[in-house]
Nanobody
Framework: QLQASGGGLVQATGFLNLSCAAS????????MGWYRQAPGKQRELVAT???????NYADSVKGRFTISRGNAKKTVYLQMGNLKPEDTAVYYC??????????????WGQGTQVTVSS
């Protein structure tokens, strides 16, 4: 299960931090990430981080957003800075894991709304 939090309303150029905590029978994380979906648009990748700590960002957020993992590595964070109105969307966390039964699983969080006013 994934529990996301931290969304809200912020003015342009402001900051917002998202977090997503994973729980359950997880043996190992392959990757964790954030995606977003704006009204009328398809869901798109925002940022991902692998088990080795390699990160990947959408061009639109490079230099403004930072993805990281918690010390226990069961939590993924997204620090968002210099926010723009076009960042307004529902943000979803995603994890790709190996479960304790050795099966691979991919799970989505419930989504958290981020609204940036101009």
């Amino acid at each position: 299960q994934l529990q996301a939090s931290g969304g809200g309303l912020v003015q342009a150029t402001g900051f917002l931090n998202l977090s997503c905590a994973a729980s359950g029978s997880i043996l190992r994380f392959n990757a964790m990430g954030w995606y977003r979906q704006a009204p009328g648009k398809q869901r798109e990748l925002v940022a991902t981080i692998t088990s080795g700590g390699n990160t990947n960002y959408a061009d639109s957020v490079k230099g403004r957003f930072t993805i990281s993992r918690g010390n226990a590595k069961k939590t993924v964070y997204l620090q968002m800075g210099n926010l723009k109105p076009e960042d307004t969307a529902v943000y979803y966390c995603n994890v790709d894991v190996i479960r304790t039964d050795l099966r691979r699983a991919n799970s989505w969080g419930q989504g958290t709304q981020v609204t940036v006013s101009s």
